[in-house]
């Protein structure tokens, strides 16, 4: 956590006293993009040129959601440098002191379950109210057991939660919105760029979520959520 000191005198008496660093940001799709489109297939690492995010592949869950809260993040940076980003990553740790709903990061060793794991990223997106402090999303549009989502509401920047073939309710892979190709046909409009599953490949791009439902055998549920903003005030 990143705290600067301010001093003041009591009784002649100077103090030093911790003040946070974190600063209200709105998101900007075009940077998450272009950190997406950019970065996607970057190796992680401590090199030049390489992510300097932990590197979760081959652990349960991968990088899937670890690389949409970068970009998420880039989005409140508005940088596409993987190192600029990681840099002021301790800007947005406000949820440090939270007891649950959690999206931070630090180190591997300091992280909120939301900034890594898909299903509490979901649960964050979902819960975490405009009144509330942190990082803020909407609702665009999702699946049913019986009806189709509105895809045309979806954006780019948009964060696509997927909900694998038992439709049990839990998140099991997040995506980033990173183009709308209206020339295409239904779902497939929508093209997205991950790191991950489906597949366990490192760094996906311009893969449509018509292909992707249709490798699923057309049992999975997508819910969109977008990013608004991030804003250490609040409940």
């Known amino acids: 956590m990143r705290v600067l000191l301010i001093n003041f ?3 002649g008496v100077m103090w030093a006293v911790p003040a ?7 998101y900007d799709p075009a940077d998450a993009i272009d950190y997406a489109l950019t970065n996607y297939s970057a ?4 090199g030049g040129g390489q992510n ?3 590197n979760y592949a081959g652990l349960l869950g991968g990088n899937c959601t ?3 809260s970068q970009a998420i993040m880039a989005g409140l940076v508005q940088s596409d440098s993987m190192s600029t980003v990681y840099g002021q990553r301790t800007n947005y740790d406000i949820d440090i002191t939270s007891t649950y709903y959690q999206w931070y990061f630090i180190s591997d060793s300091s992280r909120g379950p939301a900034f890594t794991g898909a299903n509490k990223l979901y649960e964050y997106a979902d819960y975490n109210q405009p009144s509330y402090r942190g990082l803020h999303f909407e609702l665009v549009t999702y699946d049913t057991l019986t009806e189709f989502m509105d895809y045309q509401l979806v954006e780019v920047g948009d964060v696509v939660f997927a909900d694998w073939g038992t439709a049990d309710g839990v998140i099991d892979h997040s995506m980033l919105v990173t183009d709308i190709q209206t020339w295409r046909l239904g779902y497939n409009e929508i093209r997205l760029t ?6 366990g490949v490192v760094g996906v791009t311009n893969i449509g979520l018509g292909d992707i439902n249709e490798d699923e055998n057309y049992e999975a549920l997508f819910y969109v959520y977008r990013p608004v903003d991030y804003n250490p005030s609040g409940l």
């Open 9 to 11: 005198a009591i009784c």
């Open 20 to 26: 946070r660093a974190d600063t209200y940001k709105v």
């Open 43 to 46: 190796v992680y690492g401590s």
């Open 52 to 54: 300097p995010f932990y």
């Open 66 to 68: 670890n690389f949409v």
């Open 194 to 199: 991950y790191q991950g599953a489906p597949g």
